[in-house]
């Protein structure tokens, strides 16, 4: 990245979507009308790394390295293939226009059974507050976060670490609610706030979930394996 002199660095807090599929598929289509590009940014990815040039409305090049496109010469389009295998070179990349952060705040929870349970995320937005839980934590959840109660705009997410396999979080909000984390859930993470163990529920397909008491939060997640 800084050979590339494209910028500032990425942190920890970005995301890389590295895709893959025949450059013929995406030849003078818009990117967005081969891959969903809502789910991306939903998903916190922030930068698409590619082989080949792509387009669209969605996107904005960061790196487009000088190739030699549509030729008819097979032993330059080989070469070019040489050159990303062995080098890494003719990689392309691009960020997106829009993005979810790392961390953010919902007390609008809808709940869902596993055949809808794509369908339903499909039609959430970048911009969406809402998430998709599978209707089996409804009955504790509900006790945990009782919904909207006033407008969950007025809050404060401080990291405090950020780490592989420990993220610290100071969390301040005006209502209970979920920390969404789009970080992979699995079993193995555990999470306490204020010192006393929680529960991590998998929000939105794949990512985590805690819950928070109105007030002050100090989040700590640990992978144990």
Known sequence: WKELNIGPQPTPKHSFYLGYGWEDDFKNKPVESIIDMDLLGMANVHY?????????KQIQPI?????????????EKLNQKLDHI???????IYKLNEAKPRFSISSEIIYSDEDSFQE????LGIK?????ISEQF??????LVPGQIESINDHNITIISQHADEIILNVEVNQPCLLIIANSYNQNWRASVNAEDVPVYPVNYNFQGI???QGVNEVILKYQS
């Open 86 to 92: 062995i080098n890494g070179g003719r990689l392309f």
């Open 211 to 213: 819950p928070l008491t």
């Open 48 to 56: 698409i790394v590619s082989t080949f040039r792509l387009y669209g």
């Open 63 to 75: 790196f487009e390295p000088d190739v030699i496109e549509n030729t008819k010469d097979l032993r």
């Open 128 to 132: 969406d507050s809402k998430v998709i």
């Open 138 to 143: 409804k009955d504790e959840l509900d006790l």
């Open 120 to 123: 339903n995320l499909r039609k």
